[in-house]
Antibody, heavy 126, light 112 residues
Framework: QVQLVQSGAEVKKPGASVKVSCKAS????????INWVRQATGQGLEWMGW????????GYAQKFQGRVTMTRNTSISTAYMELSSLRSEDTAVYYC???????????????????WGKGTTVTVSS | QSVLTQPPSVSGAPGQRVTISCTGS?????????VHWYQQLPGTAPKLLIY???NRPSGVPDRFSGSKSGTSASLAITGLQAEDEADYYC????????????FGGGTKLTVL
């Protein structure tokens, strides 16, 4: 079955970087975008960016530009999200999710996420 | 401050019908982009519930339905069950440059 398996919890100090992995299985890794979405405790979902595993092209939310890097290793069907200059506000659960894109019957573009990883808890604390 | 606006909470008794609204603007829902809904049960990852405004993925009960009109969308749940108690998020595409994928702030559904 299609699934995304994420790496384990991380504890980092302020100013450090964290790299979270997301291993895909059950489908062709290079055929679908991988998105990263985070959720602070008790808060809503926040989209961080996407990556096309085939081309390696990325798109980041303006809020994270300059601090986030999304990469992949196609030989092992794994996507990575690295966030640098960590601060306490970055403490959250980070999810990877497969992106589905297309054009609807009215010729409007759509984009949604159909499969999600279980999440990786990142704690930033001194 | 989320780009899409949802009520923080809704509630209903078992068997009742509830609706959750999602209001956007001319750069997202009002521009014609589809709305999608996710269900997040306590302590779990979000799960796709409705895609393309009104389509259900395989395995999602037909008690869940979605609609869209103008700059808003709605999720309706009929025959409310205890296991429906969860957070619900709407999501769409936005033509602004800051973040093309936008979420609502989420709605906590309580089954009384």
């Amino acid at each position: 079955q299609v699934q995304l398996v994420q790496s384990g919890a991380e504890v980092k100090k302020p100013g450090a970087s964290v790299k979270v992995s997301c291993k895909a299985s059950g489908y062709t890794f290079t055929s679908y975008d991988i998105n990263w979405v985070r959720q602070a405790t008790g808060q809503g979902l926040e989209w961080m960016g996407w990556m096309n595993p085939n081309s390696g092209n990325t798109g980041y939310a303006q809020k994270f530009q300059g601090r986030v890097t999304m990469t992949r290793n196609t030989s092992i069907s794994t996507a990575y999200m690295e966030l640098s200059s960590l601060r306490s506000e970055d403490t959250a659960v980070y999810y990877c999710a497969r992106g589905i894109t297309g054009i609807d019957i009215f010729y409007y573009y759509y984009y949604y996420m159909d499969v999600w990883g279980k999440g990786t808890t990142v704690t930033v604390s001194s | 401050q989320s780009v899409l606006t949802q009520p923080p909470s809704v509630s209903g008794a078992p068997g009742q019908r509830v609706t959750i609204s999602c209001t956007g603007s001319s750069s997202n829902i009002g521009a014609g982009y589809d709305v999608h809904w996710y269900q997040q049960l306590p302590g779990t990852a979000p799960k796709l519930l409705i895609y393309g405004n009104s389509n259900r993925p395989s395995g999602v009960p037909d008690r869940f339905s979605g609609s869209k009109s103008g700059t808003s969308a709605s999720l309706a749940i009929t025959g409310l069950q205890a296991e429906d108690e969860a957070d619900y998020y709407c999501q769409s595409y936005d033509s602004s440059l800051s973040a093309p994928v936008v979420f609502g702030g989420g709605t906590k559904l309580t089954v009384l």
